[in-house]
């Protein structure tokens, strides 16, 4: 790995989105999912889905059609 992609990687985990992690992880995904499913239980939110999160779903759901 070069200096560069190690710096790069560095800077890329200090980012985080307005949940306070860093998105695309494991434990962002999980948590965004969370609020998915309370905004489908007719609960209100205090905050807003990033269209970040929107956009991964998106790509989910086309990786997951792809596969069938």
């Known amino acids: ?3 560069f992609e190690r710096r790069l990687r560095n800077l890329e985990a200090r980012l985080t989105d307005c949940s ?3 998105p695309h992880t494991e ?15 007719g609960e ?4 807003l889905i990033p269209l ?3 956009d991964a ?9 792809t596969r069938r």
Do not use: P
Request: proline share 0%; charged share 25%.
């Open 44 to 47: 209100k939110l205090d905050e």
């Open 1 to 3: 790995m070069t200096r």
């Open 20 to 22: 306070g992690l860093v």
């Open 52 to 54: 970040e999160f929107i």
């Open 27 to 41: 434990a962002w995904w999980n948590y965004w999912m969370a609020m998915v499913d309370k905004i489908v239980a």
């Open 57 to 65: 779903l998106i790509v989910k759901g086309e990786s997951d059609a």
